[in-house]
């Protein structure tokens, strides 16, 4: 459907969104025992966007949705206390309620896909309680925890919604220095190094469409529909090449350039790449490296603070009872990829480097489009 025609639907269902009430404890209808009644609107929500949007798997459109919550750094990082109230409100659904103007910012490019994937749900009338803000929010803990691996998020409902769009030039980029994030995140919400690696982990399950403009879904590590530690490994590998064309903005050279078909090799984000060199995050970096439960609870912290930028927690209900068990881990320990060693570890903390063995293939890896190795996948 496009968005044009979904916009006037989705004002028309935010203006008949109310606060959201006093704490009062209740048990839905499906038996789940909930803080407060409002909960029990997005049971029926997650199962929609689990059968309807992602289509009960770690695809695409899971990979997109999460973005929107959290590289949507597009959605909460839009604040600024230098700047102050007028530069952006946060978690606050503005890049849903002002589809015409932040999704259009060059950091931001790609965006629209989620806003599109997202605004029907919004717009239809079946879920009239749920504001932008939580609908962004809770569909992304809907999403990450159909990823094998990933921790059970928290949420919190009641984000009022945005009443201006956030000011362009708030969104970090992959050309940004590490001096520049770690600004930037400290600007937004007092994030520091930690949290801005701990959020990375969702990096484990993200691909990119537009850094290089020749490549649709080109993946950060070489297992992108499972949570687990390869991405920190493997941005420490030295680069051998590119996926697809040289000298994109934000592109630093990728230990598993290997594109075959559809089946698109990694790609490696410069920010990344820094991130995982510098000496004020490169040890926490490399100690997430096959501890996959300490990944995972930094990962459900650091959401937990970014999904309320711009709120004060208290105001909000603690609805983590309603969301969706996550996909169990596969319980596979990281490795490196066929053909790569210890050797090609560019290796910036001193203390010393897991032992991980290597997987056994005549040749380079070569990462699959689809989730399962399906030939085909549309979610």
Do not use: Y
Request: aromatic letters at 6%.
């Amino acid at each position: 459907m496009a968005f044009a025609n979904i916009f006037p639907l989705v004002a028309l269902a935010l203006s008949a969104v109310k606060a959201a009430p006093t704490s009062q404890e209740a048990v839905c209808s499906d038996g789940t025992r909930v803080t407060n009644s409002i909960c029990c609107d997005f049971i029926p929500l997650a199962q929609d966007l689990t059968e309807t949007l992602f289509e009960n798997q770690c695809g695409e459109t899971a990979h997109e949705v999460l973005r929107l919550s959290f590289h949507g750094t597009d959605d909460a990082i839009a604040i600024s206390q230098s700047l102050g109230p007028s530069a952006g409100g946060g978690a606050d659904g503005s890049m849903l309620i002002f589809p015409d103007v932040e999704p259009n910012f060059a950091a931001n490019l790609g965006i629209s896909d989620s806003v599109n994937d997202l605004a029907p749900f919004l717009a239809s009338g079946k879920f009239p309680t749920i504001t932008a803000g939580d609908m962004i929010q809770f569909g992304a803990t809907v999403a990450v925890g159909l990823c094998p691996g990933a921790p059970q998020l928290e949420f919190r409902a009641g984000r009022p919604n945005a009443t201006a769009p956030a000011v362009d030039g708030l969104i970090p980029e992959p050309q940004n220095t590490v001096d520049e994030i770690l600004a930037r995140f400290k600007d937004a919400a007092n994030l520091d190094a930690e949290d801005i690696v701990s959020l990375l982990v969702s990096h484990t399950v993200a691909r990119a469409d537009h850094v290089d403009p020749t490549l649709d879904a080109a993946p950060f590590d070489s297992t992108p529909f499972t949570f687990d530690s390869q991405f920190f490994l493997e941005t420490l590998l030295v680069g051998v090449g590119f996926p697809g064309t040289p000298n994109n903005t934000g592109e630093v050279s990728s230990p598993l350039p290997l594109t075959d078909g559809v089946n698109v090799g990694e790609l490696r984000l410069q920010s990344d790449f820094e991130l995982a060199r510098d000496p004020r995050t490169a040890c926490f970096w490399q100690s997430m490296i096959n501890q996959e439960a300490l990944m995972a609870a930094r990962f459900k912290a650091a959401m937990a603070k970014m999904a309320v930028i711009g709120h004060n927690p208290n105001d909000l209900i603690d609805c983590s009872a309603v969301v969706p068990k996550p996909v169990p881990s596969l319980g596979i320990p990281a490795t490196f990829p066929a053909t790569k060693t210890k050797a090609d570890v560019q290796q910036a903390c001193p203390e010393p480097f897991p032992n991980l063995t290597t997987d056994r293939a005549p040749r380079e890896t070569e990462i699959p489009h689809c989730p399962d190795n399906e030939a085909t996948c549309t979610s």
